[in-house]
């Protein structure tokens, strides 16, 4: 996710990823916020709630995606009062995608759209560049989501467990912010489900090191080089 500067393009520096499990989706996002290169949050955010039940993952411009999720929240709430009930979850992503679709040539922002509701169950739905909407079992996105397409499309399967979908989206993310320079800080995940919406932070030392696994060439496993 980036800020603008100047007129610096924004770019996706973030990794977003969605994964759907028997009984909801878990939701999960990196916390870098880049300013051209320099970064300007290492906290962010990047879970926003659209209602109750639905949440949207944010990646390329960070006010771009944040005035799209106010514009969809305060709609969906409308809506919401008017059925007496929370929103459908596919609603709620034609919500998103109409608005990205229909200011295509001034936003920059790639979304996922994750939720449960009583006659779809836990859905995702994806909404790239420009507001197409496309749903599916799991979707990432974000600069970082170069790097990790391979790794989900191999460990994803039909009838995971909630706790197989949570690791899922952790190491996703864990291999993607060891990647990309763009991606980074700690991972906020969320859980959605019939019972409601569980968060989890993960701290940056508690997330997965892969490139320590690799012992460097011409070393003997202490850093030191061998000669």
Same mark, same amino acid.
């Given at each position: 996710?980036?800020?603008?500067?100047?007129?610096?393009?924004?770019?996706?520096?973030?990794?977003?990823?969605?994964v759907s499990f028997d009984g909801g989706v878990v939701l999960g996002a990196d916390s870098r916020v880049s300013t051209?290169?320099?970064?300007?949050?290492?906290?962010?955010? /990047?879970?926003?709630?659209?209602?109750?039940?639905?949440?949207?993952?944010?990646?390329?411009?960070?006010?771009?995606?944040?005035?799209?999720?106010?514009?969809?929240r305060h709609y969906t709430a409308m809506h919401s009062m008017e059925l007496g009930r929370d929103p459908k979850i596919?609603?709620?992503? /034609?919500?998103?995608?109409?608005?990205?679709?229909?200011?295509?040539?001034?936003?920059?922002?790639?979304?996922?759209?994750?939720?449960?509701?009583?006659?779809?169950?836990?859905?995702?739905?994806?909404?790239?560049?420009?507001?197409?909407?496309?749903?599916?079992?799991?979707?990432?996105?974000?600069?970082?989501?170069?790097?990790?397409?391979?790794?989900?499309?191999?460990?994803?399967?039909?009838?995971?467990?909630?706790?197989?979908?949570?690791?899922?989206? /952790?190491?996703?993310?864990?291999?993607?912010?060891?990647?990309?320079?763009?991606?980074?800080?700690?991972?906020?995940?969320?859980?959605?489900?019939?019972?409601?919406?569980?968060?989890?932070?993960?701290?940056?030392?508690?997330i997965p090191l892969f490139w320590d696994e690799i012992e460097p060439m011409g070393t003997n496993g202490t850093g030191?080089?061998?000669?």
């Amino acid at each position: 996710m980036s800020q603008l500067l100047g007129d610096e393009a924004p770019h996706t520096g973030t990794t977003i990823v969605a994964v759907s499990f028997d009984g909801g989706v878990v939701l999960g996002a990196d916390s870098r916020v880049s300013t051209g290169n320099y970064v300007s949050n290492r906290a962010s955010d /990047k879970i926003t709630s659209l209602s109750d039940n639905a949440y949207m993952l944010r990646s390329g411009s960070a006010a771009d995606t944040q005035a799209i999720a106010d514009y969809v929240r305060h709609y969906t709430a409308m809506h919401s009062m008017e059925l007496g009930r929370d929103p459908k979850i596919k609603s709620v992503a /034609k919500l998103v995608a109409q608005i990205n679709y229909s200011n295509k040539n001034l936003l920059m922002g790639a979304m996922i759209v994750g939720g449960w509701d009583p006659e779809g169950g836990g859905q995702i739905f994806g909404v790239p560049i420009s507001g197409t909407l496309v749903q599916q079992d799991w979707t990432t996105d974000g600069s970082g989501s170069t790097y990790i397409w391979g790794y989900l499309d191999s460990a994803y399967r039909d009838g995971m467990s909630r706790e197989e979908a949570e690791e899922l989206v /952790k190491t996703a993310l864990a291999l993607a912010m060891s990647r990309d320079g763009s991606s980074g800080g700690l991972a906020r995940l969320i859980t959605i489900t019939k019972a409601g919406a569980e968060r989890r932070m993960i701290k940056g030392d508690e997330i997965p090191l892969f490139w320590d696994e690799i012992e460097p060439m011409g070393t003997n496993g202490t850093g030191m080089v061998v000669v």
